[in-house]
């Protein structure tokens, strides 16, 4: 039995590893279900699956979902600070990180240094500390199991094989739904056009990031720190049909490849019983569903972010961490209707140059890069919405 704690359990990866959890009951036990805002969501998933403790971190809330849960056992917790305490619990085996943003860092780091393993959704805590946290790991002997379904795809490529032997990878990028379109018709799309992805059904600020290509370049970095690669070893392929979800090549020209439908549950059961492989209930692949498989090159002229990430794991040091804070404050502009596409890129752009460059961040510095990083950007957002709401 693998007792899991699941932050961001209200979530897109948090409902479906629900899922996985309802369909293998004798082999997950779920001690611990947290949520930001959604109380009733979580209320309902505390009384289904009885955890030992939930989280609601917005603190408004916590009376309501304490009252509503005041016939059970389960503690009722809240403030961002219990995320970090309750992971330690010596009752949890694994930490499933499904919330969004920077702020995965501090829990994820907190669950390594109480020895459990990580299987890791919130991409963004690579992305910013991917050097500290891989060798946290190594330090605590603990595991990370990728969630994200391209850097699954390439762990389950390697198995059995020797990083040594590994010439490059191939991440695929559905290209998402602005894929062939130019700059000018990107100045004019709107949130819900963006909001729409081809492929996958996910959180916003994930489908805003797969629309600007920023998520590729998120992933770019991510699998730098999973599979201690160089950047020139990382290429990324537009492949339309997400049905391949990345390959790797070996030094004597061999191709491994790791497909399926894109069905976020299927990363999600590996990660939380990896090694097993255990039977479920999910959609098969029917070949004659797909009978082409294309591939393209990705447009970096058009999708400045994928270059930007590119750019900013390139110079190392702080530069990932401000590209990810300014990158979260343009996102949440741009849902909010206060710049257009665009101007994410540029706000990005702008927020990288006007921090100054450090090589080596501890932890906590990244606390303040942060902060700073957002301050910059939130106040190039303000002067880019004069102009955008004209
Ligand atoms: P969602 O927005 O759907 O869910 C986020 C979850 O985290 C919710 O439970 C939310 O609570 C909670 N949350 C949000 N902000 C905070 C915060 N500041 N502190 C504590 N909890 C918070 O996101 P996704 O599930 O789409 O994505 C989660 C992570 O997984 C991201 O890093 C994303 O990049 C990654 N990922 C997602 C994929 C997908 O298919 N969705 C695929 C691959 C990776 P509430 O509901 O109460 O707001
Ligand atoms: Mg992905």
């Known amino acids: 039995m693998k007792r899991i704690a699941i932050l961001g359990a209200t979530g897109s990866i948090g409902t479906q590893a629900l899922e996985v959890a309802r369909e293998?009951?004798?082999?997950?036990?779920?001690?611990?279900?947290?949520?930001?805002?959604?109380?009733?969501?979580?209320?309902?998933?505390a009384l289904e699956f009885l955890p030992k403790t939930v989280v609601i971190t917005e603190e408004s809330k916590y009376q309501h979902v304490k009252e509503a849960?005041?016939?059970?056992?389960?503690?009722?917790?809240?403030?961002?600070?219990?995320?970090?305490?309750?992971?330690?619990?010596?009752?949890?085996?694994?930490?499933l990180t499904a919330l969004v943003g920077f702020a995965g860092l501090e829990p994820t780091v907190s669950a390594i240094q109480a020895g459990k393993d990580v299987a890791l959704a919130n991409k963004e805590t690579l992305v910013v500390a991917g050097e500290h946290i891989m060798s946290l790991a190594n330090q605590y002997g603990t595991k990370i199991l990728p969630v994200d379904s391209e850097h699954s795809a390439i762990f389950q490529c390697l198995s059995g094989e020797s990083l040594a032997s590994v010439e490059k990878i191939y991440l695929t990028a559905s290209g998402g739904p602005f894929r062939g379109k130019d700059r000018s018709f990107l100045a004019h799309i709107t949130k819900r056009e963006a909001l729409k992805h081809p492929n996958w059904i996910m959180g916003q600020k994930i489908t805003i990031d797969s629309a600007s290509l920023m998520n590729k370049g998120l992933e770019v970095i991510e699998a730098k720190w999973l599979f201690n690669l160089s950047i020139e070893q990382i290429?990324?392929?537009?492949?339309?049909?997400?049905?391949?979800?990345?390959?790797?090549?070996?030094?004597?020209?061999?191709?491994?490849?790791?497909?399926?439908?894109?069905?976020?549950?299927?990363?999600?059961?590996?990660?939380?019983?990896?090694?097993?492989?255990?039977?479920?209930?999910?959609?098969?692949?029917?070949?004659?569903?797909?009978?082409?498989?294309s591939f393209e090159k990705p447009d970096l002229e058009t999708f400045a972010n994928l270059r930007l990430a590119y750019h900013a794991i390139q110079q190392?040091?702080?530069?990932?961490?401000?590209?990810?804070a300014?990158?979260?404050?343009?996102?949440?502009?741009?849902?909010?209707?206060e710049?257009?596409?665009?101007?994410?890129?540029?706000?990005?752009?702008e927020t990288m140059t006007l921090i100054p460059f450090i090589l080596s961040p501890s932890l906590v510095d990244y606390v303040s890069i942060d902060r700073e990083a957002r301050k910059i950007a939130s106040d190039l957002v303000t002067k880019k919405k004069k102009v955008y709401q004209i």
Do not use: W
């Open 24 to 45: 293998h009951s004798s082999l997950v036990k779920i001690e611990v279900l947290t949520a930001a805002n959604n109380a009733e969501l979580l209320i309902k998933q």
């Open 69 to 95: 849960l005041s016939a059970t056992t389960i503690e009722v917790l809240t403030g961002c600070n219990a995320l970090n305490d309750v992971v330690k619990g010596a009752s949890i085996d694994m930490v």
């Open 235 to 293: 290429e990324v392929i537009v492949h339309p049909q997400s049905i391949i979800h990345s390959l790797v090549q070996f030094n004597d020209g061999s191709l491994k490849a790791q497909l399926g439908l894109p069905d976020m549950k299927l990363p999600i059961q590996y990660a939380l019983l990896h090694p097993g492989r255990p039977t479920n209930s999910f959609q098969r692949f029917d070949f004659m569903d797909y009978p082409q498989l």
């Open 316 to 324: 190392g040091g702080n530069m990932p961490c401000i590209l990810n």
């Open 326 to 337: 300014a990158n979260e404050v343009a996102v949440a502009a741009f849902l909010s209707d």
């Open 339 to 349: 710049i257009g596409f665009l101007e994410m890129s540029a706000i990005i752009e």
